[in-house]
């Protein structure tokens, strides 16, 4: 029976055969976590930090604003786990939205890539999240790698960051979990780079879908052909998701698919069990999990996972919902 979703809040995500879903929350800024709370999230999957800085190319934050803001989130959580995304800027998300960028600034010096040549700036958020991981559960999250040497600058700086406050006499969590968000197809197609080093995997499908299907994600022109379940996508969700098994690393999905209901069932059939999303999507995938039968979905998800045709994909997905 269909419950009212508010009744839902303090339910348990499980399967009905008694598979345990985690449930985290998209975020952009402290007072997100609220409303997070409120829909009963297990913790935030994806605070997209970028939102403390966008608009302020004159006025960056200070390591001691950003801690405040960060430290806030990890109060408002209490204990349960904060993701924090570092710094995602560019492209879509500008510092400054008044500057005239690259041509193409979604292939551009953005996110990872901005915080690698700008080691000061990287190395004071670095310091601020650090310095939140005291005051509860927090991992930190690198967006757009792509390249096994930004890997290795990205862990290199954080201990370097780490150095600094142990200089200082500041705490720390030092067991503060780095994940990589996987998000640019060549990642996906060399995922045992990252899960040697990494200790968890968030799939960013937005930029995913961008990128393998080479559609700019705000151009309406293209909008048309930005599709979730092209076969390739749906490989690369699906490797990703089956190498983090292997490796014993969690694999989440926070990008925009984790909060669609009618995707629930095909992702919970790839194998994943943490999903992250805006909170105001939580409860209806919520009863969607809590509808789904993980033995009727598996030979229906593998069929699609074995089609190149699309409509049939698009039908499989279809009965899915219903079986
Ligand atoms: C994504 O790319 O799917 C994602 C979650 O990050 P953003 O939408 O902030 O780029
Ligand atoms: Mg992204």
Redesign the pocket.
């Known amino acids: 029976a269909r419950k009212k979703l508010s009744k839902l809040k303090k339910t348990p995500a499980v399967t009905k055969d008694g598979t345990a879903i985690t449930l985290l929350a998209?975020i952009e800024l402290p007072d997100d976590c609220g409303p997070a709370l409120e829909a009963g999230a297990n913790g935030v999957g994806?605070f997209?930090s970028e939102f403390l800085f966008m608009g302020r190319a004159a006025n960056m934050p200070s390591e001691d604003e950003q801690f405040e803001q960060y430290r806030r989130a990890v109060v408002a959580m209490k204990g349960r786990p904060v993701t924090i995304r570092t710094l995602?800027i560019g492209a879509?998300?500008p510092l400054d939205p008044t500057e005239h960028t690259a041509l193409n600034p979604a292939l551009g010096l953005r996110a990872i890539r901005y915080c690698l040549s700008e080691p000061q700036l990287f190395l004071t958020q670095l310091r601020a999240i650090l310095r939140a991981s005291a005051f509860g559960k927090v991992r930190i999250l690198i967006?757009m790698l792509a390249h096994a040497f930004e890997i290795d600058q990205s862990l290199a700086m954080i201990e370097q960051a780490k150095a600094q406050l142990r200089e200082a006499n500041v705490k720390y969590d030092a067991s503060v979990e780095v994940g990589a968000?996987i998000?640019i197809p060549a990642a996906a197609l060399a995922l045992p780079m990252f899960v040697r080093k990494m200790n968890f995997l968030s799939?960013?499908?937005?930029?995913?879908i961008q990128y393998t299907l080479a559609i700019d994600r705000v151009d309406y022109e293209v909008a048309h052909l930005y599709n979730p379940l092209h076969p390739a996508i749906l490989q690369l969700i699906s490797m990703t998701i089956a190498a983090g098994q292997k490796a014993g690393i969690d694999v989440a999905v926070?990008?925009?698919m984790a909060g669609d209901t009618k995707l629930t069932r095909l992702l919970l059939g790839m194998g994943l069990r943490e999903f992250s999303m805006h909170p105001a999507q939580l409860l209806a995938v919520k009863q969607e999990i809590l509808n789904s039968d993980l033995g009727a979905i598996a030979p229906l998800t593998r069929k699609i996972l074995r089609s190149t045709d699309p409509d049939g994909i698009a039908d499989a997905v279809l009965a899915l919902q219903t079986s």
């Open positions: 998209n994806l997209r995602d879509d998300k967006p968000m998000e799939i960013g499908t937005n930029d995913l926070c990008g925009e």
